[in-house]
């Protein structure tokens, strides 16, 4: 289906104004979860495939919002003047979310929008779709608002849109991922001061190969918070024996020393993970410099195995498609990615065995799980920006 945006926009809000349209990527964390809301390194791309918009400003202060990929909830509308979060009002939570944290900020939103959104990340898969429609929003915000953002403040609005309006208590990696993308780059982001670096991503003959379990998650409705609550009870224990502001301050060798002053094993089991994956990280963008493929391969492996037994949020769907990624030819590495409890894994794997991988992992996937898997070959991309205006979509 070939669909152009500007031209569905004008049958669903009409032509009268100015309008325009834009983009914001999706991303995917390569190594480093649940480590972003832990003070520690995270090594994310931004994508090709993301969440499209059009938009305008009105002359009154209503928001309408539609969305291509619920067409079936029609024109969704709200008012600059009453955001508030409503169970009813669905995904325009999100970017509703975006404008309020921007009032709070003290920038002037004194107008409604038109807004049609599509997206070709696949919902509630690990890919961030939230956070690039957040980031997205802002973006369309600093554009027909003239609004003075750093891309780095955008990510951290968008972030805080999340945590205060939204509910959901996450860390800034997915939207700084977003807003700061680079094509062929993966970003080493210290997330405890946000110092980061873009480090390329060369892969030689292989390529990044999403798999999507097609088991949707709902972070609000996720075992996520409770995960940051653990850890964050795990530090307070630390904090009595060691001068640390964060787990992601420790040594593998210093949480080995220390770890005794934690006082519930499962907490113990999720300080371990935060600490050590942090360390995973920083040797796998190591190797990655070094060309050594194989061992970013492996770090990304030993990530899987510790998010499984240690941080227990995969599930039987993301074991049954890693599991039967690691058997496949070609394959220098795999594990899942983003917050679990569903979603989707990521592999690295040789081009030339790419079709056997997604044919053979799908069928192992459907055996055992009883429906599709679905996988998508992708390439690294840059942050938000605008579009011309006869862009064609493709979905």
């Known amino acids: 289906m070939r669909n152009d945006l500007i031209e569905i926009f004008e049958k669903i809000f ?5 309008y325009r349209a834009y983009f914001a990527p999706g991303r995917v964390n390569l190594i480093g979860e649940h480590i972003d809301y832990n003070g520690g390194h995270v090594f994310p791309c931004a994508l090709t495939i993301g969440t499209y918009g059009v938009a305008r400003k009105r002359k009154d202060k209503i928001l309408r919002f539609y969305s291509m990929n619920f067409k079936e909830k029609g024109i969704i509308e709200s008012s600059i003047d009453n955001l508030v979060y409503k169970k009813e009002d669905d995904w325009t939570n999100y970017p509703k979310g975006v404008i309020w944290a921007l009032q709070k900020k003290g920038y002037k939103i004194d107008k409604g929008m038109d807004i049609l959104i599509y997206g070709n990340i696949p919902n509630a898969s690990g890919l961030s779709s939230s956070a690039s429609l957040e980031v997205l929003t802002g973006f369309i915000l600093m554009k027909l608002f003239n609004l003075d953002i750093s891309f780095t403040d955008l990510a951290l609005y968008s972030q805080y849109a999340e945590n205060k ?8 990696m997915d939207q700084f991922a977003i807003a700061m993308g680079k094509k062929d780059h993966g970003i080493f982001l210290n997330t405890s001061n946000l110092s980061y670096e873009y480090a390329p991503l060369i892969l030689a003959d292989a390529k990044i190969v999403i798999m999507n379990t097609n088991k949707r998650r709902g972070l609000g409705d996720s075992k996520y918070n409770q995960r940051r609550r653990e850890c964050e009870q795990a530090l307070s224990d630390l904090q009595k024996v060691v001068p640390v502001k964060e787990l992601g301050d420790l040594t593998e060798e210093e949480f080995e020393d220390y770890k005794s002053a934690i ?7 999720r300080a371990k993970h935060a600490v050590y994956e942090n360390q995973r990280t920083i040797k796998a963008v190591k190797a990655l410099k070094n060309k050594d493929i194989a061992l970013f391969g492996q770090l990304m492996n030993d990530s899987h195995l510790s998010l499984q037994q240690d941080y227990e949020v995969t599930g039987i769907e993301l074991d049954t498609i890693v599991e039967a990624a690691l058997r496949q030819e070609g394959v220098i590495g795999a594990r899942m990615t983003g917050a679990g409890f569903g979603g989707c894994g990521v592999s690295i794997v040789k081009e030339a065995a790419i079709e056997n991988f997604i044919k053979n992992v799908g069928k192992e996937y459907k055996e055992k799980i009883g429906y599709d898997a679905s996988f998508y070959v992708v390439e690294t991309g840059n942050g938000p920006e605008v579009l011309v205006a006869d862009m064609v979509i493709y979905g």
């Open 165 to 172: 309006f939204v509910g959901v208590n996450c860390g800034i």
């Open 14 to 18: 009409g032509t009268e104004g100015e």
């Open 263 to 269: 006082k519930n094993p499962i907490h113990v089991k």
